[in-house]
């Protein structure tokens, strides 16, 4: 038969300058190993091992019954936008109007339309590190430049207002952070907010994108959001979603509170992109958003006790720096101490060679940290049963223990 080569052409240089996601990539490699038949444990995607709620699922069924099938307008449908208007209200102390409310296909999208929308090429994006592996890239799409703060697990993770204020230049745009925070499960106090408030304020046009999105894994109580403190509110896209707290990352539902000048501008964006969010999942995201929170308890407390187990289990292998994050289902152990290692000649000389190696040889898939602004630490997701994270901790502490 034929041989036939397919031609290659060459892409864009935006796409030669985009990095493909850490946490996909390492994903993608632990099922290829999985279909080949080995028995991979993956800690690697930040996804609940839970099942959608019932009474949410009720509701896209009551939706396709009612054939609310059709396309939505841009920034929502309007009930459901009133329903995060209360929502925000009720758990967050924020008064967003409907018409200030975007949703979106998934959270990443709501920060990407805001990023899109504000920052132009050479300015500066100010990311407390480690973050979220897509904010560099997203801000880089626009043109923008990532500016790096970091933080140490020996500080939980989290930055002072000194090193804030020393990250502004007037070429300053925005300031982007998560909390609780993906990858450190880090969230910063009222207090702690108060305190950033002050310094962003003292710069004209200094924005703020807090992503909210793990606000209910919380295991030290509500969540601040920083639009909440006075006069953050008209500097302030405040950021959330259904995917984490209630267990639907397929029904790829987020969404944004903003002055309205910044909600037209990211609701001009998605038109030119992918247009309104799924009209079924809309009507399951005003259930969700509408519930007591008190329907996720069960989730958030077998968060905090696996939280509790992988803590104790990571404190016992040597040379891990670990911290006890406040939130989300995330712990990011310093490994360096590993580093200059090596088995069977290969040398360990940072967390992606540590990362693969403990994929190779011990059939687990962590994230290194670099995608997230740390070299030294890697990402561990427990949103895994206790027998699971239990097998997990192990095989890592075996492959930890085979470095010489």
Known sequence: MEQTSEKTGKVSALLENLTESATLAMARMGRELAQKGFDVVSLSLGEPDFNTPEFIKEAARQALDKNITHYPPVNGFLEVRQAISKKFLRDNDLRYSADQIVISTGAKQSIANAILALVNPGDEVIMPSPYWVSYAELVKIAGGIPVEVLAKVENDFKITPIQLREAITPRSKLV??????????????????????????????????????????????????????????????????????????????????????????????????????????????????????????????????????????????????????????????????YFGKQFNGQIISSASDLSMYLLKTQLVAVVAGEAFGDENCIRISYAASEEVLREAIARIAKGLNELK
């Open 176 to 337: 982007i952070y998560s909390s609780p925070s993906n990858p450190t499960g880090t969230a910063y106090s009222r207090s702690e907010l108060e305190d950033f408030a002050s310094v962003i304020k003292e710069k004209e046009e200094l924005y703020v994108i807090s992503d909210e999105i793990y606000e209910l894994i919380n295991f030290n109580g509500k969540t601040a959001s920083i639009a909440a403190i006075e006069g953050m509110a008209d500097r302030t896209i405040t950021v959330n979603g259904v995917s984490k707290a209630f267990a639907m990352t397929g029904w790829r539902i987020g969404y944004i509170g903003a002055p309205k000048w910044i909600a037209d501008a990211c609701s001009k964006m998605q038109g030119q992109i992918t247009s309104g969010a799924n009209s079924i999942a809309q009507m399951a995201t005003k259930a969700a958003v509408e519930a007591d929170t008190s329907v996720v308890d069960f989730m958030v407390e077998t968060f905090r006790k696996r939280r509790d187990l992988v803590y104790h289990l990571l404190k016992e292998i040597p040379g891990i720096k670990v911290n006890l994050p406040d939130g989300a289902f995330y712990f990011f152990p310093d490994v360096s101490a």
